[in-house]
């Protein structure tokens, strides 16, 4: 059993300092979230580099990888958008790599993903939507303000 870390705005704030973002369970269709957010993170400057094991090898922009394992170094923040069912595989990926920092996406978060974070003493974001975060603007943004107003939001 795993007793979930208590999330605060700085450890957030050191998550998104970094320059290089990967996004394990990125898709290239237009219309996915995991689209909308690589585009987002591009435009607020961020190096943003897409994983995903169903990308065809011929096919991979420079900035696409088909494994974590294959991720340069300078990828040591991953923002995991898989389906639970996924996810701790995704998690134990990284972790070999000997990345420290992971973001799990809301809805992607499973127990078993956050107790291997915790037991390999993991920088773990969880249960909160990085748009949130990451300069909100249009619904993201209005749903930090109803977060905020609510005090729900990490301090």
Request: charged share 20%; aromatic share 8%.
């Given at each position: 059993?795993?007793?979930?870390?208590?999330?605060?705005?700085?450890?957030?704030d050191?998550?998104?300092?970094?320059?290089?973002?990967?996004?394990?369970?990125?898709?290239?269709?237009?219309?996915?979230?995991?689209?909308?957010?690589?585009?987002?993170?591009?435009?607020?400057?961020?190096?943003?580099?897409?994983?995903?094991?169903?990308?065809?090898?011929?096919?991979?922009?420079?900035?696409?990888?088909?494994?974590?394992?294959?991720?340069?170094?300078?990828?040591?923040?991953?923002?995991?958008?898989?389906?639970?069912?996924?996810?701790?595989?995704?998690?134990?990926?990284?972790?070999?790599?000997?990345?420290?920092?992971?973001w799990?996406?809301?809805?992607?978060?499973?127990?078993?993903?956050?107790?291997?974070?915790?037991?390999?003493?993991?920088?773990?974001?969880?249960?909160?939507?990085?748009?949130?975060?990451?300069?909100?603007?249009?619904?993201?943004?209005f749903?930090?303000?109803?977060?905020r107003?609510?005090?729900?939001?990490?301090?």
């Amino acid at each position: 059993m795993y007793k979930l870390k208590r999330i605060t705005r700085q450890d957030i704030d050191n998550f998104l300092s970094a320059d290089t973002l990967a996004i394990a369970g990125a898709s290239r269709n237009e219309k996915s979230f995991s689209a909308s957010l690589i585009n987002h993170l591009r435009l607020k400057g961020y190096n943003v580099m897409s994983v995903n094991p169903n990308f065809e090898e011929t096919n991979l922009a420079k900035s696409e990888f088909k494994s974590i394992a294959d991720l340069p170094k300078e990828a040591n923040n991953i923002v995991v958008l898989t389906s639970p069912s996924r996810t701790a595989s995704v998690v134990r990926q990284a972790i070999e790599k000997g990345v420290k920092n992971i973001w799990i996406q809301q809805k992607s978060e499973t127990p078993e993903a956050i107790l291997l974070c915790d037991e390999a003493g993991i920088n773990l974001i969880s249960h909160h939507c990085i748009f949130m975060f990451s300069q909100a603007q249009g619904v993201h943004k209005f749903h930090y303000n109803i977060m905020r107003f609510f005090g729900k939001l990490p301090v």
